[in-house]
Nanobody, 126 residues
Framework: QVQLVESGGGLVQAGGSLRLSCAAS????????MGWFRQTPGKEREFVAT????????YYADSVKGRFTISRDNAKNTVYLQMNSLKPEDTAVYYC???????????????????WGQGTQVTVSS
């Protein structure tokens, strides 16, 4: 069992930056690939970024590529999402998720993930 708690969301002006954190508790954090997703009212949860167990492989949605960076610190059981050059369309609830397996990467579908956090709101004003 893995518990995930996101933090770092808030209100920021367009062009600004935020850094989201996702702290994991439970066993064997380094055995999990991690992902960030986001969701706005009335829409399905969409993929943002994913990182493999060691942090050596990352993938991004086209909409955030070049602006967002996913990283992890296995010693701290934490995954991060650095968000730069934020746009109003980045406004959403952001969720982190964990997918068991050291051989997994590029998992972009919600059903592929085993555990989810409760989400943190990010609002970008124009």
């Amino acid at each position: 069992q893995v518990q995930l708690v996101e933090s770092g969301g808030g209100l920021v002006q367009a062009g600004g930056s935020l850094r989201l954190s996702c702290a994991a508790s439970g066993r064997s954090f380094s055995s999990y690939a991690m992902g960030w997703f986001r969701q706005t009212p009335g829409k399905e949860r969409e993929f943002v970024a994913t990182i493999n167990w060691s942090g050596s492989i990352t993938y991004y949605a086209d909409s955030v590529k070049g602006r967002f960076t996913i990283s992890r610190d296995n010693a701290k059981n934490t995954v991060y999402l650095q968000m730069n050059s934020l746009k109003p369309e980045d406004t959403a609830v952001y969720y982190c998720a964990a997918k068991f397996g050291i051989h997994t990467s590029n998992s972009r579908q919600t059903y592929e993930y085993d555990y989810w956090g409760q989400g943190t709101q990010v609002t970008v004003s124009s």
